[in-house]
């Protein structure tokens, strides 16, 4: 009997082609387009839940990732009006990570990599975001989260994303969002995998810690790009 996907598999030329073209795309581009659709997902996922709450962003660099979810809520408006009232805070420093300790040095996650301007973000979001409210935060995490989510008048999380790379900035990030979580907040975590697999490093780290003390239950719902994990809380005992 003849084998069909033996045939296939003979035909070299159409397997070096799809190999040519996926080798020589940039990782980034694959990395962030399966980030787009994680985003797109999750605020699909919490808008038919009908979960109230505002949009988190820990990491916004130029503001791509913050524009795409401020788009997709404008899109999804349509079937779910109440997300509309989402309000979208981002935090970053605009400056990359600062004095980073030993464990969180990277190869990668350094400053020449990662400075952008603020006001650039702020005209660049304000252009996308028309009449829907949102807010830029600048400041490294450990000055700018001092005073709570309460100080923002944030009282209920959405969505938040962790896209900020290392421990310590995870830390201070998920420990911010812990009086804000409610069930069916999804949390979306960039370099899930970093330092190696480390669970002892990164942002894998900072989840197991902010998972233990902030008695939430939470289950992974899919991951996406080049290791970032997206979790949904489904229960807060408090
Ligand atoms: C990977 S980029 C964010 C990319 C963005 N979410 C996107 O997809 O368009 C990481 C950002 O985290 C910020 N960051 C890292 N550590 C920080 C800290 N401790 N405080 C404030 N910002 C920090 C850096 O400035 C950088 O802009």
Request: proline fraction near 2%; hydrophobic fraction near 40%; glycine fraction near 8%.
């Amino acid at each position: 009997m003849t084998n069909k996907f033996g045939f296939l598999s003979k035909l070299d030329f159409m397997q070096d082609l799809a190999s040519v073209f996926i080798a020589g795309i940039n990782p980034a581009i694959i990395h962030n387009l399966e980030k787009y659709y994680a985003l797109k997902k999750v605020h699909y996922l919490s808008a038919i839940e009908d979960i109230e709450g505002d949009y988190l962003e820990f990491g916004v660099f130029t503001g791509s990732s913050f524009c795409h979810s401020i788009r997709c809520c404008k899109k999804l408006a349509k079937i779910a009006p109440k997300i509309s009232s989402t309000k979208f805070y981002g935090f970053d420093s605009f400056a990359g990570f600062g004095d980073l300790t030993e464990e969180d040095k990277h190869p990668f996650y350094t400053d020449e990599n990662f400075s952008t301007s603020s006001s650039n973000v702020n005209r660049r979001v304000r252009r996308v975001a028309a009449g829907l409210d949102f807010k830029l935060i600048p400041g490294f995490f450990s000055e700018s989260l001092k005073n709570g989510a309460s100080h923002l008048d944030i009282t209920k999380s959405r969505v938040i994303f962790i896209d900020s790379d290392t421990y310590s900035s995870a830390y201070d990030a998920l420990t911010f969002c812990i009086p804000t979580i409610q069930a069916g907040t999804f949390i979306i975590l960039d370099d899930y995998y970093s330092y190696r697999g480390a669970e002892s490093r990164g942002v894998a780290r900072a989840f197991n810690e902010f998972v233990s003390k902030s008695g939430v239950k939470v289950r992974q719902v899919f991951t996406y790009g080049m290791g970032g994990v997206v979790f949904v809380v489904s229960e807060v005992i408090r």
